[in-house]
């Protein structure tokens, strides 16, 4: 059978239609029996990218937006604790005044300021660049003083 011949019998059309189903077939095969490479895995997944484009192009702004949310909530953060500390030992030290000026406080006064001793000396170990020399001797006047207090039981 000469080629001619063989063009009458099929035409383009159906040499075309061969190709497109033997090519299925093939990928179908390979989609089975690779591990690494799925065809049609590949094929759904740029129609889903170039499907989607405009959303994930949404996405990624959103994305952004979040991200900079997030970093003015952390700045934020930040910023309160350190607020929070300060005026932890701002308390601290006017207790330590208050003991030098001879005035005598409740137990649970004392119990309330040690936690924000507490507070402020662990805050001080988490950021070492924070200026500590401020209240150092006031906390160990307070400790002292505490100590005493609960060995005399003189508490208010």
Same mark, same amino acid.
């Given at each position: 059978?000469?080629?001619?011949?063989f063009r !009458?019998?099929?035409?383009?059309?159906? =040499? &075309?239609?061969? &190709?497109?189903?033997?090519? &299925?077939?093939?990928?179908?095969?390979? !989609?089975?029996?690779?591990?690494?490479?799925?065809?049609?895995?590949?094929?759904? %997944?740029?129609?889903?990218?170039?499907?989607?484009?405009?959303?994930?192009? @949404?996405?990624? &702004?959103?994305? #952004?937006?979040?991200?900079?949310?997030? %970093?003015?909530?952390?700045? !934020?953060?930040?910023?309160?604790?350190?607020? !929070?500390?300060?005026?932890?030992? $701002?308390? =601290?030290? @006017?207790?330590?005044?208050?003991?030098?000026?001879?005035?005598?406080?409740?137990?649970?006064?004392?119990?309330?300021?040690?936690?924000? =001793?507490?507070?402020?000396? %662990?805050?001080c170990?988490?950021?070492? #660049?924070?200026?500590?020399e401020?209240?150092?001797?006031?906390? $160990?006047? =307070?400790?002292?003083?505490?100590?005493?207090?609960?060995?005399?039981?003189?508490f208010?």
């Amino acid at each position: 059978m000469t080629t001619e011949a063989f063009r !009458q019998l099929i035409g383009l059309d159906e =040499i &075309i239609f061969l &190709i497109g189903v033997g090519t &299925i077939i093939f990928m179908t095969i390979v !989609q089975k029996a690779s591990k690494k490479f799925k065809p049609w895995s590949w094929l759904a %997944q740029q129609f889903g990218k170039e499907a989607n484009k405009e959303i994930y192009d @949404k996405l990624d &702004i959103l994305d #952004k937006k979040v991200d900079r949310l997030e %970093q003015r909530d952390a700045a !934020q953060d930040a910023l309160f604790e350190l607020e !929070q500390v300060k005026a932890a030992r $701002r308390r =601290i030290l @006017k207790f330590a005044d208050e003991i030098r000026m001879k005035e005598r406080h409740s137990e649970e006064y004392f119990n309330d300021v040690l936690g924000d =001793i507490s507070f402020y000396k %662990q805050y001080c170990l988490d950021n070492p #660049k924070f200026q500590n020399e401020k209240a150092v001797i006031a906390m $160990r006047l =307070i400790e002292k003083t505490y100590e005493k207090c609960v060995h005399d039981n003189d508490f208010l």
